[in-house]
C-alpha cells in the first residue's frame, strides 16, 4: 500500500522472489507500464539482467508476432548490465538515447501511446548513441 501511495519514499527494496515479483508489477504500473522497466537479479557471483516486471510484453506471443513489444525495458536492462559490467560511460550513452527517444515523442510503441514497431524504436535510440 505504501508503495502505491507513497512511492517517492522508497530508493531501494529487498524482497523474496514472490514479493519481488509483486512489487515490480506494481512498479512497473507507477512507472509507465512494463514496457518501461528494467530489471537486475545481481548474487555475489552472476547477474541476470532482464525486463524488469513479469507482465506486458513476456508471453505475450501476439506483440512479438506484430513487432509491438516494447524494447525500452531491455535496453535499460542492458545499460544496467554495462554499469555491472564497469562501463558507466556507455551505460549512460545506452540511457540517455532512449530518455532522448521517449521524451520525443516520434518513436514510441502503442503501450506508450504511438504506433512505432519493435525495430522502429530501436534504430531511432540506436540514432540518438552519441
Known sequence: MQLVSKPEQFDVMVTPNLYGNLVANTAAGIAGGTGVMPGGNVGQDHA?????????????????????????????????????????????????????????????TKDLGGSSTTQEVVDAVIAKLD
Open 48 to 108: 541476470v539482467f532482464e525486463q524488469g516486471a513479469s507482465a506486458g510484453n513476456v508471453g505475450n506471443e501476439k506483440i512479438v508476432e506484430q513487432k509491438k513489444a516494447n524494447p525500452v525495458a531491455l535496453l535499460l536492462s542492458s545499460a544496467m548490465m554495462l554499469r555491472h559490467l564497469q562501463f558507466p560511460s556507455f551505460a549512460d550513452r545506452l540511457e540517455t538515447a532512449v530518455r532522448r527517444v521517449i521524451a520525443e515523442g516520434k518513436y514510441r
